[in-house]
């Protein structure tokens, strides 16, 4: 049966996920605070895969699921996101996107929030997981002592510091209302950067949002060819999204807060410099991007940025000062660093690994066959050698 007002519309932007999707879509079907309850939007931004086919058969079989095909290929989640926006219906609106999943009580704790406190929006933590080593990972914006806490109807002068967790439109339940009576909707044509522009919107027109310590979403970290390396992809365009997205945030806070944002900026920008892949570039190149995001990392907090960025600092105060090259040497550095801290940490996994089978008892049981094994082997080889002589 069709929702006539539901209490949740998710808007999913989709586009060649058929190994995902799936799972995702099911995980919002099995949220606890019941699926009738809930809305999907799937906007399907021409896929060529067999995930059009997927789509269509989960609205064959749910009522209150809807695909829009769109004709032409956006190439950027904007456009799809703010046609689901425009056919929304629900109460409040939150975002998902197809490879990731959803925990099966998360919509119910931050609906339950926004209930008793009528805020503009609740907001929870990320989860990042990788199916392949089967780790997890918390961003380190969420390990701030500041986060770890809940606030009811605050706002964005009294809790600065929110602007520098990870930008996210995925972990926020808005109420419809509140987007459509600011006109908050999201830029079209960027690939990256679009979510900050969103979030900061979020942030100086509410009046009152809350936050939950919680996870409320789990983001699934691929390494397909889909999530093609930095210089696979055109970081520099990738990296002029971040630039610009700060840059037209940048005119609507105050000095406090954009400090706070221009660490969730730098972090971005750190994070796709500071790699391996960055250094594949051209020298020219190179250049051209510090250039580029140098009216960023213009007036840092000096004090906010040490707390945030120890080992990056000195790169930043070198960039902000116009020393490209010698900021580039130290960027090789700190790449460097952090390659051998990845092999160091490596390594010391698989010497865990070793000592563990060794001390256990399965191990040791064993022993006594391995040795004669070792015996046997020996022996024929010494055999063969006299033989050979």
């Known amino acids: 049966m069709k929702l006539e007002h539901p209490l949740l519309t998710v808007v999913l932007p989709v586009y060649n996920v058929e190994a995902y999707v799936e799972e995702c879509l099911d995980s919002i079907i099995g949220q606890t605070m019941g699926f009738e309850n809930i809305e999907v939007i ?13 789509l269509n058969s989960y609205a064959e079989r ?33 975002f998902a996107d197809p490879d990731d999943c959803i925990p099966s009580d998360a919509y119910e704790k931050l ?20 199916e392949e080593s089967g780790k997890t990972f918390e961003h380190i914006t969420y390990k701030d002592y500041f986060l770890q806490k809940h606030y ?26 509140f987007l459509r009576e600011h006109n908050i909707i999201f830029p079209e044509g960027m690939r990256n950067g679009e979510d900050k522009i969103y979030d900061v919107a979020l942030f100086t027109n509410s009046k009152k949002f809350s936050y939950i310590p919680e996870f409320i979403y789990y983001y699934r970290t691929r390494n397909d060819t889909n999530n093609l390396s930095l210089t696979q992809q055109n970081i520099k365009s990738t990296l002029k999204n971040d630039v610009t997205a ?7 806070l105050n ?9 969730n900026v730098l972090r971005s920008l750190l994070w796709k410099i500071c790699d391996r892949e960055f250094n594949k570039v051209t020298l020219a190149v190179r250049l051209e991007i510090l250039e580029m995001i140098r009216p960023v990392v213009a007036d840092f907090n000096p004090d906010l940025v040490g707390k945030y960025f120890t080992i990056e600092k000195p790169f930043l105060s070198l960039l902000e000062k116009n020393l490209l090259i010698e ?9 460097s660093r952090r390659w051998w801290y990845i092999k160091g940490t490596e390594l010391q996994q698989h010497y865990e690994k070793q000592q563990k089978i060794k001390n256990s008892l ?27 002589d």
């Open 42 to 54: 799937l906007v399907n931004d021409c896929s060529t895969d067999d995930t059009p086919a997927i």
């Open 62 to 94: 749910f009522k209150n699921i809807k695909v829009i095909h769109l004709k032409e290929n956006c190439g950027a989640p904007g456009k799809p996101r703010n046609i689901g926006l425009q056919n929304a219906q629900g109460e409040y609106i939150i």
């Open 111 to 130: 609906y339950g929030v926004m209930k008793e406190n009528n805020s503009d929006f609740v907001m929870g933590k990320i989860l990042s997981f990788n």
């Open 152 to 177: 009811n109807n605050v706002n964005i002068k009294e809790v600065p510091f929110f602007l520098q967790v990870k930008t996210s439109a995925c972990t926020k339940m808005v109420k419809s209302s």
């Open 246 to 252: 700060a840059l037209k945030v940048k005119k609507s």
């Open 255 to 263: 000095e406090i807060e954009f400090s706070y944002f221009q660490i």
């Open 327 to 335: 900021s580039l040497q130290y960027n090789s550095m700190i790449i």
């Open 362 to 388: 399965s191990w040791k049981i064993t022993k006594i066959f391995r040795t004669k094994i070792k015996m046997k082997k020996l022996k024929y080889k010494i055999k063969e050698k006299l033989v050979s």
